[in-house]
Structures are given as C-alpha cells and as structure tokens.
C-alpha cells in the first residue's frame, strides 16, 4: 500500500495471494502516529521497517507499531522469496495541549521520599514487557479484534499533553473510560498475565496482558486485582474493577498498548465505543494527578 491505511479493527486478515516479485505487502490497521499495522509477505521473508527487524510468523504475518511522534514517513524492505522495498507515508495527528498555571509544586513533582520506589516500580514494569511471548495464536486472537475493558464515557485520549506551571509532563498514552469504582474490567483478547500489581506508585492497580510478540494491554488505577502473573486469559475474561488508585483524582479505567518500545493507541484497534443506553447516567470526568 502506497501512503494509504485502513482503520480494520475487528477484522481478521483475508489469506492473500502470494506476493509477486517486486511487489510490497499491503497492510491493515492504522498507517498513523500511534497506530498499529498488520500485511502478509511470503513465508520465509525477513522484514525491516525504519531499519528495526519485524518478527514474521510461519504463515507470514508480520506487524508494526508506531509511537506518538513517529517521522511521517519510514523505510519498508523485505527480503527473501519475494522481496521488495517501498516507503510507507505514516500520517501525522493533532493532540490537545491543555496550559494550567498555579498548580503546587508537590502536586506535579513526586517528594524525593518516594523517587526510590518510583525507579524500582518502573523497573518492574519494563521487566514484564521485555520478554517476547512466541505464541502465534495469541497475536492471531490480537489481529482478529479487540474489545472494549469496559464500556462508558471516554474522558481521556491517547497523545494528549499538559504543561504545569509552564513545564512539560508525559503525554498521555492511553484511553481513558470513566465509570464508577468497582466496574469489571475484562480482557481486550486473548493474552497472558505478566504483571499483577495492587498498589504501584502512578498506576496504583495496575495489570499487564501480553498479546504475544511484545504487544501488550495495560491496565491502571484499578480498586481490585483479580489476576496473577502466569494467568492466560481469554477475551471477556475478569481481570479486576475500576478504582481510583495512584496518581488519580476520580475513578477510571486507563487502557494502555505497547509494541515493544512504543506507546500505541488503544482506540485504533478498538471497534467505536458503544452508545449508552437510553437514560443512563454519565460517568464522570476524572483528571489524571501530573506525572514527572
């Protein structure tokens, strides 16, 4: 595909014709900063997209994340029985900046007394998306569709950014879903559990889901933890309830997705959000606490 996408959550890729000589796979997802993309090349090909060696499995596949200010445009090159090059055009997004001035200092910055656990935390959570998880079924299960963790209003979005005070804090990387403390959360797709934490300094409950492959759901702020580290989930099994845990101001779920190194975007491989139902009530609005 030449400087095109398709937004193709939720739906399995068709089996392709064998690619001819010269000719480059065309692939599904978002082609966007933060999207996620998945195509064919001819079984036995070795893939390098921005000069980083993509896995291909046996039938294959191959698949590419890309970060929140990714370059608009990247090298593709396959090499093997049907190689070929192209450079994919990766379309660039807007994200809201919001501007608060007045915020006290030890509202944004953490007190050096908790600096230490911060790092061993971080540490901890770097650790349980290091691994590569070689489970071609589960990536498979990822491809064909995720679901939404929880249904409700979303009052948070990927790539969104604010300054305190005139400085800088991390973008935000995931979806926000605002529904009251104790709403179950539930498996995306099919994964397996590599980290199940009550009570991290940030992200308070906090579970991570692997995907197989390095691309892996995380989920913050929960009130309860119903998971352990080794669990393999299926999609709409529990993992725990929405709280407010962490560095939050109100309860919410926050969904994240990693492929390896990079932040992507939940929403992009979610189906759009379920109206509510006639006379619900709204959830509410929760603002993140700053992070460092």
């Not at 079984?43 to 291909?56: E, F, K």
């Not at 589960?138 to 929880?150: E, N, T, Y």
């Not at 009251?180 to 959360?185: A, D, F, Q, S």
């Not at 309860?224 to 309860?251: M, Y």
Request: glycine share 12%; aromatic share 8%; proline share 12%.
């Amino acid at each position: 595909m030449k400087a095109g996408f398709w937004r193709a959550a939720g739906v399995a890729m068709a089996l392709a014709a064998p690619l001819a000589r010269g000719e480059c796979p065309q692939f599904k997802g978002a082609l966007e900063q933060g999207g996620f993309i998945w195509g064919k090349v001819a079984p036995g090909s070795a893939v390098r997209l921005g000069g980083q060696a993509l896995d291909v499995l046996a039938d294959g596949t191959t698949f590419a994340g890309f970060g929140r200010d990714a370059p608009g445009s990247v090298k593709l090159v396959v090499t093997g029985p049907a190689p070929c090059s192209e450079t994919l055009q990766v379309a660039r997004r807007t994200y809201d900046i919001q501007r608060v001035e007045g915020v006290p200092q030890k509202t944004v910055t953490p007190p050096p007394e908790e600096l230490a656990r911060i790092q061993r935390e971080a540490t901890l959570v770097a650790n349980a998306r290091a691994p590569s998880l070689q489970r071609p079924d589960l990536i498979d299960a990822a491809l064909a569709g995720f679901v939404w963790p929880a249904l409700g209003p979303i009052s948070g979005v990927y790539g969104s950014q604010r300054f305190y005070n005139g400085e800088p804090r991390n973008p935000h990387f995931g979806v926000d879903v605002a529904v009251p403390r104790g709403t179950p959360v539930y498996a995306p797709a099919p994964g397996v559990v590599t980290l199940a934490e009550p009570d991290l300094y940030f992200s308070g409950g906090t579970v991570i889901l692997d995907h197989g492959y390095r691309l892996s759901s995380t989920f913050l702020h929960m009130s309860k933890v119903s998971v352990k580290v080794g669990d393999e989930l299926q999609a709409g099994d529990l993992i725990g309830a929405v709280g407010a845990t962490g560095r939050a101001t109100g309860p919410h779920l926050d969904w994240r997705m990693n492929w390896r190194e990079e932040r992507i975007d939940p929403q992009l491989l979610a189906p759009p959000m379920p109206k509510p139902a006639p006379g619900a009530e709204p959830g509410p609005d929760p603002k993140p606490m700053p992070k460092p």
